[in-house]
C-alpha cells in the first residue's frame, strides 16, 4: 500500500494499523526565534513550527494565541517552548492535531480542554478538564473569550469512498473572539457550504495541503478572497512543497495581507 494511503489510515483510525512507524518531532528545519504576528496591540499569535513526520518537514495546524497574559494553544503538536496553557482546543483526533504528549507538557490543573466528543473519549481515562463541543456550539469563557465551533469536514473521499474527515464524527473548527478581534481556525475541512455564513474575521489558519483531506491551494484561496480577513496564515502543507505557498500568495487578493511563517 502507498505510504501516504498507510498514513491517512492511521491517522483515520479506520483500520486497526501499527502507528510506531509514524514520529512526531521538532523538525531542523523550525526556525529556533518564535515568529509572532501581532492583532490589536496586545494579541499574540504564533505557530509552534515545523514539525517531522515521518521524516517529512511539515507545518502542521498547531498555534499558540496570548492575550493578557491567558494563553491558548490550538491542536499543539511538539511544543518546544511549553508555557502552560489556560485553554487547549482541539479540533479532532487525527495524531496530527491531537498530541496526549504535548497536552501533558502544557497543562496546569487549571488547563481547560475544549474539544469534540471523539477527542473528550479519548481523554477519559486522564484527569483533566474537558468541554465537549460539536459544530454550531458557541459559548463565552471569560469576558474577552468567545468561542463559536465550526463544521469542519471533507466533501471528497481520499482514497475510494473513504473520507478522512466526514460530516458524521463532528470535527470542528474554531473561531476565537478575542477582546473583539475574531481568529477563525479552519481545522481539517474543504471549503463547505456552511462557510458562506461567517463573517468579520481578522486573522484565518487555512489549510492549503489538499490531496483530499484538505482545501487545495484553489479552494483555500477562494475561502480567504470570500471571508477577506486582514490577515491570512496557510497551514497543513510539506515544507517541499513550496510551490504551492507562493500559488496561494498569487491567488489571494492585494488588499489581504498573508504572512508565511515557520
Known amino acids: 500500500m502507498h505510504k501516504k494511503a498507510i498514513i491517512l489510515f492511521c491517522f483515520a483510525g479506520t483500520f486497526i494499523l501499527s502507528c510506531k512507524f509514524i514520529e512526531i518531532d521538532v523538525s531542523d528545519k523550525r526556525n529556533p526565534t518564535p515568529q509572532i504576528i501581532l492583532l490589536n496591540k496586545h494579541i499574540e499569535v504564533s505557530p509552534t513550527g515545523i514539525t517531522r513526520i515521518s521524516k517529512s518537514d511539515f507545518f502542521p495546524s498547531s498555534f499558540r494565541i496570548k492575550e493578557n497574559g491567558k494563553l491558548v494553544y490550538i491542536d499543539p503538536l511538539a511544543v518546544d517552548i511549553p508555557d502552560l496553557a489556560d485553554y487547549i482546543f482541539i479540533t479532532h483526533p ?15 490543573p487549571e488547563t481547560l480542554i475544549i474539544c469534540p466528543k471523539r477527542v473528550a473519549n479519548k481523554l477519559g481515562d486522564y484527569n483533566y478538564k474537558i468541554r465537549e463541543v460539536k459544530p454550531g456550539d458557541s459559548f463565552y469563557l471569560d469576558n474577552n473569550l468567545k468561542v463559536e465551533a465550526m463544521d469542519a469536514y471533507n466533501l471528497k473521499p481520499a482514497l475510494l469512498w473513504f473520507k478522512a474527515h466526514p460530516k458524521s464524527k463532528q470535527n470542528v473548527g474554531y473561531v476565537l473572539n ?3 478581534v475574531r481568529i477563525y481556525h479552519t481545522g481539517d475541512t474543504d471549503y463547505i457550504p ?5 463573517r468579520d474575521i481578522n486573522l484565518i489558519l487555512v489549510p492549503i495541503g489538499g490531496d483530499n483531506l484538505t482545501m487545495n491551494v484553489e479552494d483555500a484561496a477562494r475561502l480567504v478572497n470570500q471571508l477577506k480577513p486582514e490577515i491570512c ?13 507562493d500559488r496561494f500568495i498569487s491567488l489571494i487578493d492585494k488588499s489581504i495581507e498573508v504572512r508565511v511563517l515557520e
Not at 233 to 245: C, D, G, Q
Request: charged letters at 35%; glycine letters at 0%; hydrophobic letters at 35%.
Open 233 to 245: 496564515f496557510p497551514m497543513h502543507y510539506e515544507i517541499k512543497e513550496r510551490s504551492n505557498v
Open 178 to 180: 478575542i477582546d473583539s
Open 194 to 198: 456552511e462557510m458562506e455564513n461567517i
Open 94 to 108: 487525527h495524531l496530527d492535531h491531537f498530541s496526549i504528549k504535548d497536552i501533558k507538557k502544557i497543562s496546569k
